[in-house]
């Protein structure tokens, strides 16, 4: 069995993972974006890399920071306007008629819960209990007006760019951007 | 195929369990050894209710185990470092979990 253990496959598309050039050992995301497709899959991504015992460390920017924001985080809204993937069909007229986006998003949002994906307020305190940690970025914090008290009790720091670098050294990182 | 505590045990190539009845808790404990864990009355509550909740059909996720009521998310990467859900899964001797959560 060991020999075919130290070359696992990939359980979907059955392709040979060749770990012999180095473990992904931990990941750096940062979530630049506040729609809610954009912070899941960083959400996602996090939790997922925790789950396969990779360290995991986030780093919130720009409208990226509503995901982490008390305010904001459980509201997070999908564009209905200006996304050429939502609904081709839908003339931009109606997409943009209000409470249309607000609609789209709940709808959006009752899907995941059938997939059994939780709520963004929810998802991040899996992450903390995995291990992960959660940093805003202090210039866009700054830009906003924003103190420790806007965000989540999860999120770890206001952190310059330099400290996120900090976050990501040791061999085997990889810095995922959103 | 591998043989474990002298019975004809089969696996897949990543070392979950092909058929889960044959499971035993002296299995569990021999595969455990192998992740470095010794189990203890907790791991096997986890273990057992992962057999019950496989068996109903329920498409297992780490959100789902944390509502179990038996262990919280902390605790179960505690109980099971480097793969909560997977290595539980293992353990448990049901299939590889095929959840992104």
């Known amino acids: 069995m060991t020999d075919v253990m130290e070359k696992p496959v990939t359980q979907v598309a059955n392709v040979p993972v060749n770990k012999e050039n180095g473990k992904l050992r931990k990941v750096l995301i940062i979530c630049s974006k506040g729609k809610l497709e954009d912070v899941y899959a960083a959400l996602v991504m996090a939790n997922g890399a925790l789950m396969e015992g990779i360290e995991a460390k986030m780093f919130f920017t720009f409208f990226g920071l509503d995901a982490i924001r008390r305010k904001t985080a459980d509201h997070l809204h999908t564009a209905t306007v200006g996304n050429p993937s939502f609904m081709p069909e839908m003339p931009t007229v109606l997409a943009g008629l209000p409470g249309f986006e607000a609609f789209a998003s709940y709808m959006m949002r009752k899907e995941m819960d059938k997939l059994d994906i939780p709520h963004v307020t929810e998802f991040i305190q899996m992450i903390e209990a995995g291990g992960g940690e959660l940093y805003a970025c202090k210039l866009a914090a700054d830009m906003f007006h924003l103190t420790k008290d806007d965000f989540l009790p999860e999120v770890k720091d206001i952190i310059t760019v330099g400290d996120m670098y900090a976050l990501a050294e040791g061999e085997g990182t990889h810095i995922i951007f959103i | ?101």
């Open chain 2, 1 to 101: 195929m591998e043989t474990l505590v002298n019975t004809a045990i089969e696996f897949t190539a990543e070392g979950y369990l092909k058929n889960m009845d044959q499971w035993t808790p002296e299995l569990a404990r021999e595969l455990a050894a192998k992740e470095g864990i010794t189990l203890t009355d907790k791991h096997f509550e986890v273990l057992n209710w992962l057999r019950e909740k496989q068996k109903e059909g329920v498409q297992l996720s780490m959100r789902k185990v944390g509502a179990s009521g038996i262990v919280d998310i902390k605790q179960l990467y505690a109980l099971f470092p480097g793969g909560p859900l997977k290595i539980s899964s293992k353990l448990a001797g049901i299939p590889k979990p095929a959840s992104c959560v």
